[in-house]
């Protein structure tokens, strides 16, 4: 579980903050529809710079449940389990695992969701976007 964690935080740790990042606009009920799957991490975007998986590295899903939680589970089936809340009026989900802050969902779509790290916290640089594939 702390591999893949880790490799989350690694992730997250490879630029900063985009200005001009997307939000949400979804009622709460069809970003719940659209939100509660299993996804697939595609790669990483600094700034213009797409950063494919590298060969080798350990591959990770969230999976989204609607009561309000997730997983992040590893390619050994080991997960770490967090919670989501959605803030319509800042049009973003936060995620946070053991009362931490982690990540933001900024988009989503039928088949992508995109991800930043949370301003003011321990965790990665801002500015780095994670996207994430839907497994069908």
Known sequence: MTKTFNLLIFCFFIGSFLSNAQSL???????TQLLCKRWDINYAKIGEMKIEQMPGASDFDILFDKD???????ADGEANKGKWTYYPKKQFVQMEINDRQTLRVI???ENKLICTST??????PM??????KLIN
Do not use: A, M, R
């Not at 606009?25 to 970003?31: A, C, I, P």
């Not at 309000?68 to 590893?74: A, H, K, L, P, Q």
């Not at 301003?119 to 990665?124: I, L, Q, R, S, V």
């Not at 500015?127 to 994430?132: K, L, R, S």
């Open 107 to 109: 988009d989503i779509s």
């Open 119 to 124: 301003p003011g916290t321990d965790g990665p």
């Open 127 to 132: 500015n780095t976007e994670i996207h994430f």
């Open 68 to 74: 309000g939680t997730y997983e992040i589970i590893n």
């Open 25 to 31: 606009t979804q009622t709460k009920e069809e970003l």
